[in-house]
């Protein structure tokens, strides 16, 4: 059978189907475009206002966003999206950078080499707690006898190092002083004689006089490694005439020093004559090796800075 019922007429039809496609076409516009649709471009711009107002993003970022970032990319006739590929109103916040960090070593200055000497010395302190036993020895003993003498120097040595634990001050100082009384009034005690008790001291010197004017003959000058090790100097100093020549000339100075002190003190002791030995022992004890420490900062920082004022082609 034929079906009768009336149906739409074409214009009808045609209107439907052209508002349908309209429908999808205003709905694909979106899904490609996205917010860069007409109806949402009073949002993009009060949204980029506000973003900007807030980053504060600088001209010519090249990682920025906003109406300072770098021209779109073309990516469809007549229509572009931003260089990053996302959304305008997506906004890079970037922090400032945190200011550089002051080192605190940077107006830590370096120790001089007086600095360093005084401080291997134990300073003033350390001087007068070094012979503060044996003056103790010398007065005990012209008062009394060798072996109260002997006692008295060791206690008070022990004293000083007591006390200064106490105080919880470096003790090396007091720890080498109660060492060097302990051996020479052990040296005393076992030989009954109190010129002995200086025994040691001798030898230091003669040691120290020895080991002086040897390293100058072999021309390796013993001062010089040591200045090398409390100061700055250059690695290369032994292959720098002028600096081994001034280390070699106070490297001299201390071995006539230390055969003084040895001379002398040999004398005393084969006289016999404790009581002369220890003063002569405290006269020549830091009164001439603070001379000599002198001498040594002076000529040998002139003669580091002589050298280093002299060319290259002439140093050698």
């Not at 990516?75 to 605190?104: L, N, W």
Request: with cysteine.
């Amino acid at each position: 059978m034929t079906d009768h019922r009336a149906r739409p007429s074409g214009d009808r039809t045609e209107s439907a189907g052209t508002g349908q496609r309209q429908s999808e076409d205003e709905t694909l516009e979106q899904a490609v475009y996205g917010d860069d649709h007409p109806s949402n471009r009073v949002a993009d711009i009060i949204a980029e206002e506000a973003a900007e107002l807030v980053a504060d993003v600088p001209p010519g970022d090249p990682a920025g966003y906003g109406r300072h970032a770098a021209p779109p990319a073309e990516t469809a006739p007549g229509r572009a999206v931003p260089a990053h590929g996302g959304s305008p109103r997506r906004v890079k916040i970037t922090p400032p950078e945190a200011p550089d960090e002051v080192r605190a070593d940077d107006d830590e200055q370096p120790l001089s080499i007086a600095d360093q000497v005084r401080d291997q010395l134990g300073g003033i302190r350390g001087l007068v707690e070094s012979s503060l036993p044996v003056l103790v020895f010398v007065l005990v003993n012209m008062a009394t006898s060798l072996k109260p003498a002997l006692w008295a120097a060791v206690g008070s040595a022990a004293l000083i190092a007591g006390y200064r634990l106490l105080k919880r001050d470096s003790v090396r100082h007091a720890l080498n002083g109660l060492f060097a009384v302990g051996i020479a009034a052990l040296i005393a005690a076992r030989t009954g004689q109190a010129e002995d008790f200086y025994l040691l001291n001798i030898a230091r010197n003669s040691g120290g006089a020895l080991v002086c004017a040897g390293s100058v003959l072999i021309r390796r000058p013993v001062i010089g490694y040591a200045w090398r090790f409390i100061a700055e100097i250059p690695a290369e100093w032994r292959d720098r005439r002028p600096i081994v020549r001034a280390f070699n000339l106070i490297t001299l100075v201390w071995a006539l020093m230390f055969a003084i002190r040895a001379a002398v003190q040999i004398y005393l002791w084969l006289q016999h004559n404790a009581d002369a030995l220890g003063w002569a022992s405290l006269a020549m004890g830091w009164p001439m090796f603070g001379a000599c420490l002198l001498f040594t900062v002076w000529y040998g920082r002139r003669a580091i800075a002589a050298e280093a004022d002299e060319p290259v082609s002439v140093r050698r």
